[in-house]
Structures are given as C-alpha cells and as structure tokens.
C-alpha cells in the first residue's frame, strides 16, 4: 500500500508515553468537574491524589484547583488560568488552552467520584508496570536476589502506606495515636541531630542581626549534616537529606562560602539548594503546595528557609501572616515527620528577640539567638523550647584563613570554644571581658553610656546601645560595692571631654536645670548652686584659677573642683583646642 498517505501523528503536548497505563478521559472529566465545583474536588481528593494523574499538566491544574478551596474561594476556570499565569506557568497547559478545552463542558460535580476512581485504578496499574520494568532494569544490569527482594519490598511497603493513609477516611483515622505503640516509644531517647540543636522532625527558627552571619553558620551546619560529619562537637550520624531554601544569597558568594568550609561538587552529600526558588509565598495555599512537591522530589528530611520574611506575602507584623505561614507550610511538613530551619531578622530591640508578630514563635519546638561579639567570637542562646532537651547554650568562635584575596579552601569553621582555664572563660566581646578591658584601660565604674561608648569606638571594640546600658549600669553597680578608699575616681568622675552628672556643656551650673531641660520649666526643681571654690596655695594666699590643660584658659571652679582638667570642647586625646 505503497500509496496510501498515512494519517498524520500528533504529538503528545506534554511530551508522555502514551501507551502507559492511565484513562485520559477519565482524567479530563475530574479535572472539568473540579475547576467549577469545590465539593467535587473535596470528594474527589478523598480518593485520588495529585500523583495519580499520567498527565503533568493536569497535576498542575489540580494543584491550583487545591490552593484555591484551602483559601476558601470557589474555583472556577478563569480562576484557574489567572493563578498559573501569576506563577509564570501558564505555559504547561498550552498557553491556557488546556483549561478553556477541559473548562467548556464539564460533569455534575456528584459524578465526579466514579471517574476519581477509575483515576485511580490506573494509576495503581501504571505504579505496578513501573514497578516491573525497574524489576527488569535490575536485572538486566546483574542485581543480586537480596537487591530483587529489597526492591519488591519498598514496592509493597509504599502500596501499603498509600492504601493506609491515602484514601477515603483511612488518611484521617490514621492521624488516632496507637496507645500502645505511643507509649512504647522512648521519647527521651531520640538522637538529636549533628549539633544537637534540635531532634528529627522538629522546628526551629535561628534569629540574629545582619552582622551576625546566620546564613554563613547554617550554610556549614546543613553541609557537615548532609555528608554526615560532625558539627559542634558532635559526633558524625548518617547523612540528612537536606533542601535549603535561599532568596537571600548570590549565588557567587555561596559558591564562595561553600569553598571556604571545604565543600566542591564531589562531596555535598544529600544537600540540595534552590537558589531562589520560583516558589510562591509559603504563607499561601499555592506557596505550601509547591514547597512539600519541592520536598517530595527531593527526598528531604529537612527544609531551611533562608531568609523566612523573603518567603511570605503577608506583613510581618500581622500574627495572621505567621498563622498562614504554619498552616499551609508548616504543619504539613510537621505532619509527615519532616524538620525546619527558619533563619530570621532581630527587630530593633533585641530584647524581644525576632522582629514582627509574637505569633512566631508560638508554633517553633526552639528559637536560637545567634549574637557576633567581636573577634570571631558567638554565642547561640536558646530563648524559647518546647521540649527543653539538648542545650540551652554554645560559645562558639567562627574560624577562618584567608589565601590571598579570597578565603583559604577549608579554612572556615564554627567550633565549641574550650576554656583552658577559668580565667579564660571571659570570651572576647561578652560583657565580663569588655568590663574588664574598660578597666584595664582605665575607665571609672562610674562612667556613663557616652563615655563607655567612645572607648570602646576607640578599641575597636563592637558593641550596641543595648550592651553599652547592660555593661555600665553592672560597672556603677560594683562601683557601689567598692569600698571609699578603693574607689578608682571620684565618685562625679567621668571620662574627660563628657559632661559630669548634674553638669552643663559650658561648664555653668548656677540655677541651671537638669540635663535635657529647658531653665524655668514649670514642674522641673532647680540646682541649687555650688559653693565657691576653697582651692588656693595656702592661707592667706588668693586662690589660684585653675586653667585647661589644652587651651590654658580659665577652667569653670565647680568643674575643675569636680576633677575635670579640660573644657568640653577640648579633645585630650590629639590635644585640639575648643574652636
């Protein structure tokens, strides 16, 4: 039949094996039926899953069809169609196509469920004939009995998981604890993970400043965890299959802190990393949907979010954000057993830890408060727990070697500081060793926040507004406990160039105000003012006035009484005189 003109093939448009078993029409009429009925697809997911359709295209489609009845919208086809659009998607249904085909005719939503079941049936099929052919390619590549009966039985194990958990009112009986399995289990007992910051399956948000280096400490933390080394002293455990989330970090300067811990492309174990990833914000049905399809094709034990504010939609301030956030995101990872690291901003104050609503922490099993104190050195204090196992505090110290300009491969490290002796536990940059080097510099207890502040600037010594207040008012609280004549300073004292307690900026104290107001302020008690000087070279002798030793003019009798050898304006340290 040399001159029959054969029938033209049209390819499939989504590139599938068509002779795989699965029922396309089937398929496309739970799909019509979904896109405009919500009870359909509550009726249909009762039975099916996303996983069951042969077509990628539907899957996605169902997918969005799912984001929208957890939001609580009615889905409908040009709902649909905006939704993939916004994600940039609309491309994998035929440029929308797809939806206006399947959307045009469509099933009462009560037949939906025969036709969910035939969904089914072929994908039970299709897993079997999958299931045969990896039988065959192991075979034919020389596996061993026990590799045949390794695989059958992860075949059948997965079978029986999904009969048990994922149909019909099967998947929500199996959430009802099994007492005696419940109470056999040695909770106590479970191994934390490398650095014993948290056990598998657990929360936890690690919070600190910009300076801080939270994505750097993570970066290490997650990479020794997934080639199964040690981190923090710990001892090495089997790799975790890892998924880091980051739309914080360049992918050079990753590359770059990757080299510097002594990773290259042979040796990241079970690290996967999403450079930011096209996901949409987590605190939304779609956002969750796409992150657990990110964690199902990975494998991940373990998710890092990286930064979490660049992952949401919501204000930080509004609780409402937090509680999407966890409903959408992270129960279901809780749910199936699968742990998270949250990396978030301090607010301005540090006291109250993590910037935004409190409902942040209301659903984290810990909160880490990771603090830079200068040189190298850190701390990781844990500020909330749900379960208080593990510790509750590291002092670290964050290694590093430069080569050159860049930094040494394998060079950079965070290790568990080790004190030689007691003495030494004043780790550079906490409050005990800065107090100890104002002392040693000479600073007076006494000495305010202003006078403090520029010591430290001048030592090159990091230290926030907060630290500063903490560190002077324990220095004024020993300097109560000093005896009278072990007293360093007089007790009025302060560093040169500040203005004493009760003291103006020109040295004028007659009827003045206290600091920060204005004279004559109704409400606001006078200084009353101080007596004359008695300083002079002897009896009889007219007092001397005392003069600045910068400029060598007249000083204020009051000031230099108080112990002040320089005007305000007169710098000691280069010795410039007030303009």
């Not at 040695?186 to 934390?192: A, H, K, N």
């Not at 129960?331 to 607010?347: A, E, F, N, T």
């Not at 030793?549 to 304006?569: K, P, Q, S």
Request: aromatic share 6%.
């Amino acid at each position: 039949m040399e001159n029959v003109r054969p029938f033209p093939h049209q390819a499939d448009p989504d590139g599938l094996n068509l002779r795989a078993p699965h029922d396309a029409e089937a398929e496309a009429l739970v799909i019509s039926a979904v896109m405009h009925d919500a009870d359909a697809y509550t009726a249909c997911s009762a039975i099916i899953d996303r996983d069951d359709f042969y077509r990628p295209s539907l899957r996605l489609i169902w997918d969005t069809v799912a984001g929208l009845v957890a939001a609580g919208t009615t889905p409908h086809p040009a709902l649909v169609r905006a939704e993939i659009e916004r994600a940039g998607r609309l491309h994998e249904v035929e440029g929308g196509q797809t939806i206006y085909r399947l959307g045009a005719d469509y099933l009462p939503g009560t037949m939906a469920p025969h036709f969910a079941q035939q969904v089914y049936d072929k994908a039970r099929e299709r897993r079997y004939d999958v299931h045969a052919n990896a039988l065959k390619a192991a075979i034919g590549r020389g596996a061993t009995g026990d590799e045949l009966d390794a695989l059958l039985n992860d075949f059948h194990q997965g079978e029986q998981l999904r009969e048990s958990t994922g149909r019909g009112p099967s998947h929500l009986t199996a959430a009802l604890l099994d007492w005696g399995v419940f109470f056999a289990t040695d909770f106590g007992s479970i191994q934390l993970l490398p650095g014993k910051l948290m056990a598998p399956g657990q929360q936890i948000t690690v919070v600190g400043d910009g300076k801080a280096g939270k994505s750097l400490f993570a970066q290490e933390w997650m990479w020794r965890m997934a080639t199964g080394q040690p981190f923090l002293g710990d001892k090495p455990q089997d790799p975790v299959r890892i998924l880091y989330l980051d739309a914080e970090n360049g992918q050079e300067q990753v590359q770059e802190r990757f080299l510097s811990f002594g990773a290259g492309p042979r040796n990241m174990g079970q690290l996967a990393y999403a450079s930011f990833p096209p996901v949409r914000p987590l605190d939304t049905p779609g956002g969750g949907a796409d992150l657990l399809s990110l964690v199902k094709a990975t494998g991940a034990e373990l998710v890092v979010i990286d930064t979490v504010s660049r992952f949401i939609s919501g204000p930080e301030n509004d609780a409402d954000t937090w509680l999407s956030l966890y409903r959408h995101t992270l129960l279901p990872l809780k749910r199936d057993r699968i742990g998270s690291v949250r990396l978030d901003h301090r607010g301005k104050d540090s006291e109250r830890g993590a910037r935004g609503s409190s409902a942040k922490t209301q659903d984290v099993d810990h909160v880490w408060e990771l603090s830079a104190l200068g040189g190298g050195a850190l701390t990781l204090k844990r500020t909330h727990t749900r379960t208080g196992i593990g510790p509750d505090q590291f002092s670290l110290v964050r290694q590093s070697r430069r080569d050159g300009d860049n930094w040494a491969h394998g060079g950079t490290r965070h290790v568990v500081m080790e004190w030689e002796s007691p003495e030494a536990a004043q780790a550079p940059g906490t409050d005990e060793h800065i107090m100890a080097v104002l002392t040693q510099h000479g600073v007076p207890l006494e000495a305010g926040n202003r006078v403090v502040k520029a010591k430290l600037a001048e030592l090159q010594i990091p230290a926030g507004s907060d630290k500063v207040s903490r560190i002077v008012k324990a220095r004024q609280a020993r300097a109560a406990d000093v005896p009278p004549g072990r007293s360093p300073g007089p007790l009025q004292e302060t560093f040169p160039g500040n203005v004493p307690r009760n003291g103006s900026r020109d040295g004028k104290d007659a009827g003045q105000t206290f600091p920060g107001n204005t004279e004559g302020t109704p409400g606001t008690p006078t200084v009353p003012p101080s007596p004359p000087s008695r300083r002079g070279d002897g009896e009889g002798t007219p007092p001397t006035k005392p003069l600045c030793d910068i400029c060598n003019t007249t000083l204020n009798a009051d000031w230099a009484a108080r112990g002040y050898t320089t005007h305000l304006g007169c710098d000691p340290t280069t010795g410039t005189p007030a303009a």
